[in-house]
């Protein structure tokens, strides 16, 4: 695995990745009527990253990587189901509100894995920590509040479901740390398929979707892989705490995209999205702050 010691590399590595990630929302923008595709999107998306992953995996490790496989027990195989279930919900919440609200609520994802860590690894939860997870409420609640209309609010609701998901897997990490972190994103694409075919072959549908949808889901996930291994890559030399400040990268970037006129979207955020999101801001910089002295590192090894 390449690793990098200089924070002057690593920190524009995971940068990157966290732009990779951004172009997400804009991508399924793109699409045409993703809404009435879900399950073809998600049956790409996750054969794209299981196939991406193994075929880095085998690179990187050799034609022994299928061991890892026999390694990941119920760490592993709890982490890749709730990063599965995030991946499905992340869909049907982006299809239903706008990507200012599904990324807001992936933004909360560190309060949400604070707290089942709290609950599941009885890990201790600071007065500062609670505050952030308080402060961040709030800016939920205020999302809540501006997002009454039906499919509005079951978006939120699936972007929350999706943070919480994806707070799982990042707590069956801590959970046991032995657990190939790569391999259990590779079981959640794997899930992913699994679940989607199951659901296509029920209502009697295509696999696929048209070429030009297909080829956007494919790109998404790649977009998806690639952002992990540069993250993998560089956030070994990075603290927990820079990270959840760079992790931001994604969701401004994912906000700007979908704004900016020059991509055709033109999806402005509105008021409480935006009162509520400057709450969940302040939450990650304060959370940030309070944790500044803990050297704890969280790469994907």
Known sequence: ?????????????????????????LVVRYMSDPHLVPWQYIFARGLTIFLVLNLYLFFEEGSNFYKNYFKIGRSGFVGGLGLGIAMITFIYSITNTSAAVTLLCLAAMPFFTALLGFLFLKEKISLNVWAAIIIAAIGMVIIAFGNTEKNSLIGLVFGITSSVGFSIFSVSLRWRKETPKFTT????????????????????????????????????????????ILYSIGSKAIPAAELTLLSLTEVIGGIFWVWLPLFGINEIPTTNTIIGGFFIFMSIIYYSLTIKTNRRFIALN
Do not use: D, Q, R
């Open 185 to 228: 994103v590779a079981v959640a694409g794997f899930f992913c398929v699994v679940i989607s075919t199951i659901f296509i072959l029920s209502n009697g549908s295509n696999f696929f979707s048209s070429s030009y949808n297909g080829s956007l889901f494919s790109i998404h996930g790649t977009l998806v892989c690639v952002g992990l």
């Open 1 to 25: 695995m390449i690793e990098l010691k200089n924070e002057k590399i690593a920190i524009p590595a995971v940068l990157f990745a966290g732009l990779l990630w951004s172009f997400g929302p």
